[in-house]
């Protein structure tokens, strides 16, 4: 092997390995929104749980039918060291999404939060509704772009390394 290649080679692997030491990793995903009553939330008070985090708006249809799913799990998992934030990805008020929510759905127990459609660091959003699931740590486990289902993110927490207690998630109408 030539000695230019195999110079080439050795700067590579040194530079793979500092892109992989702890200290250059990308910092924990981190953002604050305000919730529909104007309070903020912020990722970082939620360290050391399992965060889903959901991007829906009111004209979306498939957005619209997975938020009793998302609801049914929060449910099923509140307590278990799992959080479910909703960010509405509209610039609507929020007096009208709590009247929206209210009507539509008789209220959510999780909490909705004011995205304003701005983009949110370290979260691509390629349609809606999508889903991240944001480990202990802060660190982005997963993404799905589409419907989600309660079994299905209990099945993906579980792949994730999750503990949750009981099985699958039961959901009105079957999942």
């Given at each position: 092997?030539?000695v230019?290649l195999?110079?080439l080679?050795?700067?590579?692997c040194?530079?793979?390995?500092?892109?992989?030491?702890?200290?250059?990793?990308?910092?924990?995903?981190d953002?604050?929104?305000?919730?529909?009553?104007?309070?903020?939330?912020?990722l970082?008070?939620?360290?050391?749980?399992?965060v889903?985090?959901?991007?829906?708006?009111?004209w979306?249809?498939?957005?619209?039918?997975?938020?009793?799913?998302?609801?049914?799990?929060h449910?099923?998992?509140?307590?278990?060291?799992v959080?479910?934030?909703?960010?509405?990805f509209e610039?609507a008020?929020?007096?009208e999404?709590k009247?929206?929510i209210?009507?539509?759905f008789?209220?959510?127990?999780?909490p909705?939060?004011?995205?304003?459609a701005k983009?949110?660091?370290?979260?691509?959003l390629?349609?809606?509704?999508?889903?991240?699931?944001?480990a202990?740590?802060?660190?982005?486990?997963?993404?799905?772009?589409?419907?989600?289902?309660?079994?299905?993110?209990e099945?993906?927490?579980?792949?994730?390394?999750?503990?949750?207690k009981?099985?699958?998630?039961?959901?009105?109408?079957?999942?």
């Open positions: 092997m030539p230019r195999r110079r080679l050795c700067a590579s040194a530079l793979l390995l500092l892109l992989g030491s702890p200290g250059l990793r990308a910092a924990p995903l953002f604050t929104l305000p919730d529909l009553e104007g309070q903020p939330v912020r970082a008070d939620l360290r050391g749980r399992w889903v985090v959901n991007f829906w708006a009111t979306c249809p498939p957005c619209l039918k997975e938020m009793p799913e998302l609801e049914a799990f449910r099923r998992v509140e307590g278990q060291g959080s479910v934030l909703g960010i509405n610039d008020e929020p007096a999404l009247q929206f209210q009507d539509r008789q209220g959510l127990s999780f909705l939060l004011q995205g304003r983009p949110i660091p370290g979260l691509s390629y349609g809606l509704p999508t889903t991240f699931i944001i202990p740590d802060g660190e982005l486990a997963n993404t799905h772009l589409g419907q989600v289902t309660a079994a299905l993110l099945l993906k927490l579980q792949e994730l390394g999750a503990e949750l009981g099985g699958q998630a039961a959901v009105e109408g079957g999942s």
